[in-house]
T-cell receptor
C-alpha cells in the first residue's frame, strides 16, 4: 500500500513554464514532507522540505505548497529550466518518529525542453 | 566527507550467481537504508538499520535477499541466487536523526544486471 501517492508520473514543460507535481497522503501522523531530486545516474538528493505548521515554503524557484486539511502537498518549479529535468520524489515521515524512515511517492519524471 | 560510498557501481552477473553489494555510510550517521529502484516499481525500501541493528526488513522481496551491518561503517546486501528480475539500481542511504531531521543521503547506486 502506497503511503504517499504522487502524480503525474511524467511531466513535460516548456522552458520558462511552471512545473507542478502533486502528492497526497492519508496518515495524519506524518509531520515532515520533503522533496527529493534525482538526476540520471545519481542517487536522490534532498531539494526542499516542509513541516505542517506552515502552508508554504519557498527556496529560489522551488516552492512547496501544503494543504493540511486536504492532506495534499505540491512542488512548484517556477521558470523551469532544462537543468531541472530530473525525477522528483515526494516523501513523508511520521510525527515523533526516531526511526528516520521516509515513505516515498513513486516519482515524477520531469522534462523541460528549450 | 566523501558521502555515501557504494561498490561496485555496475555489476553484471549470470542467473544463479551470488551478488554482494557494499555500502559505506557517512561517518557518524546512525541509520542506514537499502533501496531498490526500477521503472515499474519506483523506489522501494528493502531494509533499514539503526545503530547496526536491522529495524524493518519487510521490504526484502524474498529469502534470496539478505543484508548485514557488522559495524557502523559498513553494510552489505547479498542476493543468492540472483535472478533476472533482480536487475535494478540498488541505493544505499544514511541519515542522522537527531533533532527531528530526517534527511537521507543517498549513494550513487549500484546498477545490477542479471542475465
Amino acid at each position: 500500500q502506497q503511503q504517499v501517492k504522487q502524480s503525474p508520473q511524467s511531466l513535460i514543460v516548456q522552458k520558462g513554464g511552471i512545473s507542478i507535481i502533486n502528492c497526497a497522503y492519508e496518515n495524519t501522523a506524518f509531520d515532515y514532507f520533503p522533496w527529493y531530486q534525482q538526476f540520471p545516474g545519481k542517487g536522490p538528493a534532498l531539494l526542499i522540505a516542509i513541516r505542517p505548521d506552515v502552508s508554504e515554503k519557498k527556496e529560489g524557484r522551488f516552492t512547496i505548497s501544503f494543504n493540511k486539511s486536504a492532506k495534499q502537498f505540491s512542488l512548484h518549479i517556477m521558470d523551469s529550466q532544462p537543468g531541472d529535468s530530473a525525477t522528483y520524489f515526494c516523501a513523508a515521515a511520521l510525527r515523533g518518529s526516531t526511526l528516520g524512515r521516509l515513505y516515498f511517492g513513486r516519482g515524477t519524471q520531469l522534462t523541460v525542453w528549450p | 566527507d566523501a558521502g555515501v560510498i557504494q561498490s561496485p557501481r555496475h555489476e553484471v552477473t549470470e542467473m544463479g550467481q551470488e551478488v554482494t553489494l557494499r555500502c559505506k555510510p557517512i561517518s557518524g550517521h546512525d541509520y542506514l537504508f537499502w533501496y531498490r529502484q526500477t521503472m515499474m516499481r519506483g523506489l522501494e525500501l528493502l531494509i533499514y538499520f539503526n545503530n547496526n541493528v536491522p529495524i524493518d526488513d519487510s521490504g526484502m522481496p524474498e529469502d534470496r535477499f539478505s543484508a548485514k551491518m557488522p559495524n557502523a561503517s559498513f553494510s552489505t546486501l547479498k542476493i543468492q541466487p540472483s535472478e533476472p528480475r533482480d536487475s535494478a539500481v540498488y541505493f544505499c542511504a544514511s541519515s542522522l536523526t537527531s533533532g527531528g531531521t530526517y534527511e537521507q543521503y543517498f549513494g550513487p547506486g549500484t546498477r545490477l544486471t542479471v542475465t
